[in-house]
């Protein structure tokens, strides 16, 4: 006996479409094909739906140990799950960091059985802790690791390009980073205008993301290390990016695809504040023109959610980051009606380059024995963003009011379905992802 077949969808890969059937056993994908003659315990029909691998977001901050009055692994999940998302990776810089193999441990334990999708954390690196880095690196649900060039949010930064390349070469694991010049941030420091959020792309400018990104490429075209570089945000990195692949990819947010300065900063003032800033539509036009070309490797929402009577404070004091992980999928499926990038080009995006780059074991394909995750979406679906409809803790969404046509309307973990047109079941868990 099968436990769930999903009938007459549309099976989406990152290189085909095809309408069959899937059959889930045992969390894993059974059968695949016109399977009229299986029976099972559950069965859900998807005519006039597409069924995707799984998506994943790379880059969520669920504020777990520390700062959970503004989210945790539980509303996070919830979050992500309401929006389509099977698996999330989660970052370090908590309170206190996520830079021992205990609390590595320990933050694994706390999603047991709390978190609603699969789960994977980044390991925080500081410039002496190398040996327990060596501790996590083949732990299951152990991403990466996480390097802060510039700071941000938390108290986590490797700043000096000597300790960095010490990292490259001590780790087989993805290292992934927060990119932007600290010296540069220091001395820049005084252009951030008190009661002004537009200075805050004047602040943290092009020179300080793109001076560092050339020195990560370097580093890691001398070390041969295979590096991530995460939320780019400027033309002059997209040209650096594209003639260096060998070693590095990269991955750019919803938010710096669709939001552009100034207008984004008058109509949301600090709610539009984040690291790296949102930049003038110069920047935002290279990024969509990069999307149509197929040349990102991943899209992340860097979900960084902070309370509204935070967000409330006067700039600078206001803190940096937006939610995003509910809305990822949904803005990539409205530029798939808007025809900028393909239903194939999304898998690619959240799914299949993930698993790519980061080596991700048994899911990220539409495979017999592969994991049952699956996002299903109907693309003709049109409805508002709004904040009332977030899952997150803080509320909120920098995308409220806006119209979007495409929208997830099931999302089925290991083989049991955790969100069906609109409701979320609470009982479905997700596991800690497995790496090669």
Known sequence: MIDLIIRNGKIVTHNNERLADIAIKNEKIFKIGKLTNLKSKKS?????????????????????????????????????????????????????????????????????????????????????????????????????????????????????????????????????????????????????????????????????????????????????????????????????????????????????????????????????????PIRGTRHRNVLRKTLQNGQINIVGSDHAPHLKSEKNKIYPNSPSGMPGVQTLLPILLNEVSKKTISLNEVVKLTSFNPKKIFKIKNKGLIKVGYDADLTIVDINKTKKVLNKDMMTKCGWTPFNGMKLRGWPVGTIINGKVAFWNNKINKSVFGNPISFN
């Not at 390991?123 to 152990?142: L, Q, S």
């Not at 990292?167 to 941030?185: G, Q």
């Not at 002059?236 to 060998?246: F, G, Q, Y």
Request: with cysteine; aromatic share 6%; charged share 25%.
């Open 44 to 276: 859900i029909d998807a005519s006039g739906l597409h069924v995707l691998p799984g998506a994943f977001d790379t880059q969520v901050h669920f504020r777990e140990p520390g700062n959970t009055k503004k989210e945790n692994l539980k509303t996070g999940s919830l979050a992500a799950v309401a929006g389509g998302i099977t698996s999330v990776f989660d970052m370090p810089n908590n309170k206190p960091s996520i830079t021992t193999r205990k609390l590595f441990m320990k933050k694994l334990q706390t999603a047991k059985k709390r978190m609603h999708c699969n789960y994977a954390f980044y390991f925080g690196a500081e410039k002496d802790n190398i040996k327990e880095i060596k501790k996590v690196e083949k732990v299951k649900g152990c991403c990466g690791v996480k390097v802060f060039v510039g700071s941000s949010t938390g108290t986590l930064l490797v700043s000096n390009h000597a300790d960095i390349e010490k990292i490259m070469r001590a780790t087989k694991k993805m290292i992934s980073f927060h990119s932007e010049n600290e010296d540069m941030l220091i001395t820049r420091k005084k252009y951030a205008k008190k009661g002004k959020p537009l200075s805050h792309q004047v602040w943290r400018n092009v020179d300080t993301a793109l001076s560092s990104t050339r020195k990560l490429i370097r580093s890691a075209n001398r070390s041969k290390k295979k590096i991530h570089i995460l939320h780019i945000t400027t033309e002059e990195e997209i040209k650096l990016l594209l003639i260096n692949k060998k070693y590095v990819s990269f991955e750019v947010t919803p938010q710096h695809l669709i939001l552009a300065s100034p207008d984004c900063y008058k109509k949301l003032g600090t709610y539009a504040q984040m690291n790296p």
